[in-house]
C-alpha cells in the first residue's frame, strides 16, 4: 500500500502509470496517529511506499516520525533518491557546497525567526532554509537584520516549467519588491569573520580606556590587560604599556 501526504495529489500519478494499490493519508498532522497503524500492517507482512507531494519523504515532508517507528521495530527502510529542492538549489547557487546547514522552515514569529538566525550570525557554512511565499519578504528582511547585506540566491520551481534562480545581495533584491510566486529555497553565504574576529574588532572600536575596562572587568591583572589589548590592536606591549602610565595605571 502507499501512505501519501495528499492521496488526490498522489493518485493522479499513479493513474497515469496505471498503478492499482490502496492508499492511505500520512501528512504532518497525522504522523504519529497514522504510525502505530502502519508499522502495524508492516509487522504482519505488508510493504508501504511513502510518498511525498514533492521533494523527498522527511526532507521537511512527513516521513520522519514512521522511519523512526520503523527503525525501533526492526523493520528494513529502503530509500529512493528523488528531488531534494535544496540540493538542487545548493548545486546550482554558486556558493560553497563543501559545509552547509539546513535548517528548513523557519518561525513564523519574526522574534523567533531572528533568534534562529542569529545562532548561524558567525556560521562559515552556507546556510538554506525553506520559505513560503507569503512569509519570502519578512525572512529576507529578518536575514538583512540579523546577517546583514550578504549573497543570496532565491531558488523556486526546480526542475519545473517556471524554474527560477535570483542571484543577488538580500537588499538588492528586497528593493526589487519582487513578486513572491511558490515556495522558495534561499541560499545565504556564509558568515566571513568568526565569532572572535568580530568581538575584537567591536574592541577596537573602543577607546583605550574603555578597552582597558572591558578586561578588567573581566578579572584580568594589568599585565595581562596590556597584553591583550596589544593583540587585539596589533600594537607593540610597550606602546600601550607608555599610554597607561600616563593615563591609567
Not at 4 to 31: C, M, V, W
Not at 157 to 166: A, D, G, P, V
Not at 174 to 190: N, R, W
Request: include cysteine; glycine fraction near 4%; hydrophobic fraction near 35%.
Amino acid at each position: 500500500m502507499i501512505a501519501a501526504e495528499d492521496t488526490r495529489h498522489t493518485l493522479g500519478l499513479l493513474n497515469h502509470f496505471e498503478i492499482n494499490k490502496p492508499l492511505i493519508s500520512y501528512y504532518k498532522q497525522t504522523e504519529k496517529k497514522r504510525s502505530p497503524l502502519l508499522i502495524d500492517k508492516l509487522l504482519n507482512g505488508k510493504n508501504i511506499a511513502i510518498v511525498s507531494d514533492a521533494g523527498t519523504p522527511g526532507i521537511s515532508d512527513p516521513g520522519e516520525e514512521i522511519i523512526k517507528c520503523a527503525i525501533e521495530n526492526e523493520i528494513e527502510v529502503v530509500p529512493i533518491p528523488g528531488c531534494v529542492a535544496f540540493v538542487n538549489a545548493l548545486i546550482c547557487s554558486g556558493m560553497s557546497t563543501t559545509e552547509f546547514s539546513f535548517i528548513g522552515f523557519l518561525s513564523a514569529n519574526n522574534k523567533e525567526k531572528k533568534e534562529k538566525l542569529k545562532e548561524y550570525e558567525f556560521d562559515v557554512k552556507t546556510l538554506i532554509i525553506y520559505e513560503a511565499p507569503h512569509k519570502l519578504v519578512s525572512t529576507l528582511n529578518c536575514i538583512y537584520e540579523v546577517l546583514g547585506d550578504r549573497k543570496i540566491v532565491l531558488a523556486r520551481e526546480i526542475t519545473k516549467i517556471h524554474e527560477e534562480f535570483i542571484r543577488d545581495n538580500v537588499k538588492n533584491i528586497l528593493d526589487k519588491k519582487i513578486e513572491p510566486k511558490g515556495e522558495y529555497v534561499i541560499i545565504v553565504e556564509g558568515s566571513n569573520k568568526n565569532k572572535s574576529d568580530y568581538e575584537i574588532e567591536q574592541l577596537n572600536k573602543l577607546t583605550l580606556e574603555e578597552h582597558y575596562e572591558f578586561y578588567k572587568n573581566k578579572g584580568f591583572t594589568k599585565k595581562e590587560i596590556i597584553k591583550k589589548i596589544s593583540k587585539d590592536r596589533n600594537l607593540e606591549k610597550n606602546e600601550i604599556y607608555q599610554y597607561f602610565i600616563k593615563n591609567i595605571i
